[in-house]
């Protein structure tokens, strides 16, 4: 195996230090595994140094960020920007698998608040099934996560400024006639 230094986000600081206990607990061996805590001074000086490889997953924009500090050292590196994952509903799905299909759309969309690189961001749906499909997906919000999701186990944003960058695409959406059906 490879040894490996882990930086997890600054924006998730408890899911970082059970990262931290967890790798150090089940990787005991020195020089295997370490975990720097920190935010962009610490990611700054990991930066500077040659690496054998440097995989970043976050956004485009910090990816760019780390893109450039890895060619100044010319650190090869791979990047994981976030995935593009449409589903799409065209008009050869039977109409008996709809509920089916809601489950799995909402289940894929709401593990992790849909902070995940496989969480669907765009559904295209054919207008024979649009009007089922919205139905089903508001029952599944609540049979998933309750008539309340805000006191349920629906996950929570990691920080405000990414509930503010959904709100505003709820927002826009509602501005070009996109309609809510839950929440």
């Excluded at 230094?5 to 607990?25: D, F, I, M, R, Y």
């Excluded at 990991?46 to 485009?60: A, N």
């Excluded at 990047?79 to 289940?107: H, Q, W, Y």
């Excluded at 509930?163 to 826009?172: F, M, P, Q, S, T």
């Amino acid at each position: 195996g490879n040894p490996a230094v882990v930086k997890p986000s600054e924006c998730v600081p408890t899911v970082a230090l059970l990262l931290k206990k967890l790798l150090e607990q089940y990787y005991t061996e020195p020089g295997v595994v370490q975990v720097v805590l920190g935010g962009v001074p610490e990611t700054k000086a990991l930066l500077e140094k040659r690496w054998g490889k440097v995989f970043f997953t976050g956004s485009e924009r910090v990816g760019r960020i780390v893109q450039r500090a890895a060619a100044e050292t010319m650190s090869p590196t791979i990047m994981e920007l976030g995935g593009k994952c449409p589903v799409v509903v065209d008009e050869t799905v039977p109409a008996s698998t709809i509920e089916n299909v809601a489950r799995r759309i909402v289940f894929g969309k709401c593990i992790n608040a849909g902070q995940t690189c496989v969480a669907p961001d765009i559904t295209f749906v054919h207008r024979s099934h649009v009007t089922t499909l919205c139905d089903a997906l508001a029952r599944q919000v609540e049979e998933q996560f309750g008539k309340n999701p805000q006191t349920g186990e629906l996950a929570r944003m990691v920080n405000v400024a990414s509930a503010k960058r959904v709100v505003g695409l709820i927002e826009d959406a509602e501005k070009t006639g996109g309609k809510v059906i839950c929440g």
